[in-house]
């Protein structure tokens, strides 16, 4: 054969280049040229030779573009591919990004959540403790029920205190602090259902202090106002006491015969009674 009759790619790119066939064939052919040349000159002359090499460089200029037309249609199908992923992915990123954003704000309102009613419930509980001390200190000075001369009124809770320290004064034997007690709550509640018995306290004090002008004009008051008192008997009785102690024995007797026309089924009637006997 006359100069170079064909030049062999790398045998990988050829068999994929011009398929499994068309390269074994040529391969057949060379490896017999190369074994036997006077052979191989005896079957082809070179206008044959070239023929074929014509036709076998043919055949792969037609396998190329083949192959390349596949490459091109592969790389737009790729670059297709890749377009039509790429928004998605990147509307899957945004997506993402989006609810991990939400994510975290929503532990963020839990968390102002928590502490809202952490101080909502702080709150509450300050308000509870107001009201309840307001309550409190309101029942000190709302009307109580109470028993007094054996009737069921409603009082202040002042005048109840005022009228009961006075009273605890004079029961502790300190008359003229229980005196001044009285005077002041007869001022501050002159018709407090305390004042009729604050007013015969007075002048069971008055006379306690041996100050009997005034247990007499004391206990005077007292029958003038609350003649039919449960105590108006005692108070006239004081009265006589009084009288006695200041030497009137025969005005002191009138009082006494008083107390005991008037007030005559009582235990002021009776010692009454006893005292005129002592009298004579």
């Avoid at 068309?22 to 060379?30: N, P, T, V, W």
Wanted: overall charge positive; hydrophobic content about 40%; proline content about 4%.
């Amino acid at each position: 054969m006359r100069g170079r009759l064909l030049e062999l790619p790398n045998s990988q790119t050829f068999v994929k280049a011009i398929g499994r066939p068309i390269a074994a064939s040529l391969l057949l052919c060379a490896a017999l040229g190369a074994m036997a040349p006077s052979a191989h000159a005896g079957l082809f002359d070179d206008e044959e030779a070239r023929k074929a090499i014509i036709e076998i460089r043919a055949r792969l200029t037609e396998q190329q573009r083949s192959i390349d037309g596949l490459g091109k249609q592969a790389s737009d199908l790729s670059g297709k591919i890749d377009k039509s992923i790429e928004p998605a992915m990147r509307s899957q990123l945004d997506l993402q990004n989006q609810i991990e954003a939400m994510r975290q704000e929503i532990a963020k309102l839990r968390g102002q959540l928590e502490v809202q009613t952490n101080e909502l419930a702080q709150t509450q509980k300050r308000q509870r403790d107001v009201y309840a001390d307001l309550d409190t200190r309101l029942k000190k000075y709302e009307p109580s029920q109470v028993q007094v001369d054996g009737k069921t009124v409603a009082v202040d809770q002042n005048e109840k205190r005022t009228y009961e320290a006075a009273l605890a004064q004079f029961r502790a034997g300190d008359f003229k602090t229980a005196q001044a007690g009285f005077q002041t709550f007869i001022a501050q509640f002159p018709d407090s259902a305390f004042t009729p018995s604050a007013i015969f306290w007075m002048g069971s004090a008055q006379f306690a202090l041996k100050d009997y002008k005034n247990t007499i004009t004391t206990n005077q008051l007292f029958l003038g106002k609350y003649s039919d008192h449960p105590r108006a008997p005692d108070a006239l009785l004081n009265v006589a006491y009084a009288q006695i102690e200041t030497g009137d024995r025969r005005t002191a007797r009138k009082t006494l015969e008083t107390v005991v026309e008037k007030y005559a089924d009582t235990p002021a009637a009776q010692t009454a009674k006893e005292r005129m006997t002592s009298l004579r």
